[in-house]
């Protein structure tokens, strides 16, 4: 019995044509479990505004080993609130540092508005600060940890080749907070927390495809947004918080 070469090749596209379809289906399940959930709670005190002349340095609190922020974020919140035409003055962390040694060192760095007060007391201190123009100190303190991650992956070699099946998944959770100090009244104007968790995804079928989630970077473009209003505009700053999906 001798099949019809017609049938023959449509039965071999359709076979092509559902394995195909299994595979984009395969894809695109983890890929719809892959994303990133942001909220920021932004808290405004006082109708303190960014002034000509008024530079803000952002500094990582050094006091908890086990969340001190990264030194990667904090330059990225710092270089994103001076990019751009509409960008902030902004003073380097790590000159502010070197030139207000030893006062903002680990040991000896303000961890209130009351010891920054009394810091300011001391013979010169508050002539170094005014010399840098900094009206405003932005305290980052937090961490980028995996919290939980699951599934697996396999790989095999034989005589057709090799390749790799199944799906791996991790979440990682990005918490920041972000203390805004006015120099210039010796207070605390606000906070601003954020929490952004990213899911990433691998499906492995013959080749591993790593999607992957940035939570990080997500808090980063966040906390600078809200940084930016939150030191330019004196009245109407949104202190609801902001849930993005």
Same mark, same amino acid.
């Given at each position: 019995m001798h099949r019809h070469p017609v049938k023959m090749q449509r039965l071999s596209i359709n076979a092509r044509i559902g394995r195909n379809s299994l595979i984009l289906a395969a894809i695109a /399940?983890?890929? *719809?479990a892959c994303g990133i959930t942001s909220r920021m709670e932004p808290y405004k005190r006082t109708? *303190? +505004?960014v002034n000509e002349g008024d530079h803000v340095v952002v500094l990582a609190r050094k006091h908890h080993a086990n969340h001190e922020a990264e030194a990667e974020f904090v330059d990225c919140i710092s270089d994103g609130m001076a990019r751009g035409s509409d960008g902030i003055d902004m003073y380097s962390s790590t000159?502010?540092? $070197?030139r207000m040694y030893p006062w903002f060192e680990p040991s000896t760095a303000p961890l209130s508005t009351d010891d920054l007060t009394a810091l300011l007391e001391r013979p010169g201190v508050l002539e170094q600060v005014e010399d840098t123009g900094v009206r405003f100190v932005v305290? /980052? $303190?937090g961490s980028t940890d995996r919290v939980s991650s699951g599934g697996g992956i396999t790989c095999a070699a034989g005589v057709g080749g090799a390749g790799c099946m199944g799906l791996a998944w991790w979440e990682d959770d990005a918490?920041?907070?972000a203390t805004v100090w006015d120099i210039q009244e010796l207070s605390s104007a606000g906070t601003i927390h954020a929490d952004v968790k990213g @899911?990433? +995804?691998m499906p492995a079928i013959i080749v591993p495809l790593p999607f992957? *989630? @940035?939570?990080r970077a997500a808090a980063c473009r966040g906390l600078t947004e809200q940084l930016r209003e939150f030191l330019t505009t004196p009245e109407g700053f949104q202190n609801d918080n902001l849930e993005l999906g």
């Open positions: /399940l983890p890929l *719809a109708d *303190a +505004v000159e502010f540092e $070197d305290w /980052l $303190d918490r920041y907070d @899911r990433s +995804v992957i *989630a @940035r939570p």
